[in-house]
């Protein structure tokens, strides 16, 4: 028998069974590496891991940035601020400036009272990660207690998100948790 042969039989069945094992890693490790990916609907988690982020605190984030300088105030004002610290994970549905500005009279008066104000902060507080389940589901609780409507929205390639009637923009995210900035300012049901 010659050599050769014999060497290239074996050069072609180590390739193959080589090319097999590659295969075969190539199928097991699919959903090991699905885990990373979030559909476009999934708004809320756009592809952090929350619980292992290397931002900042929530808080911080929130107090840090110019676009929620009123809601900042009112969180300080009523004391919510130093409670939201203590808190695990957690999304802030935070109104912009212009939302609050664009607030008619009779709500302004309504939130000069200190338990009004406090219930309408509340109600922008959400105890741990929104999730694609919820925008299905149609609603989500607050920390108030009443729950807030919350709706997909096609917006091209992507999926954007209403809560009651507030457009969200894209989360900010925190190691604790997510600040969806919002156009309005929710007012509970029986506000």
């Known amino acids: 028998m010659d050599m050769k042969k014999i060497y290239d039989k074996n050069w072609l069945k180590k390739l193959t069974g080589f090319v097999g094992i590659a295969g075969v890693s190539t199928l097991l490790s699919f959903p ?10 999934s708004f809320f988690q756009p592809t952090a891991n929350y619980y292992e982020s290397e931002q ?6 929130l107090l840090k940035s110019g676009e929620f300088k009123t809601f900042n105030a009112y969180l300080k004002e009523t ?8 808190e695990k994970m957690l999304t802030i549905f935070a109104p912009t400036n212009k939302a609050f500005e664009a607030l008619p009279e009779n709500v302004r008066e309504k939130l000069s009272q200190p338990e009004n104000l406090e219930k309408v902060l509340k109600y922008h507080l959400v105890a741990g990660i929104v999730a694609e389940e919820d925008i299905k589901r149609g609603e989500i609780a607050t920390i108030e207690g009443h729950s807030v409507k919350i709706t997909g929205v096609p917006m091209g390639d992507r999926v954007g998100v209403k809560l009651n009637e507030a457009m969200a923009s894209d989360p900010l995210k925190a190691n604790d948790g997510a600040i969806v900035p919002i156009d309005e300012v929710l007012l509970p049901p029986d506000f």
């Open 56 to 61: 900042e605190p929530i808080v911080d984030i």
């Open 32 to 41: 090991v590496l699905a885990q990373y990916y979030y559909p476009p609907s």
């Open 79 to 86: 004391g919510i601020v130093e409670t939201l610290k203590g």
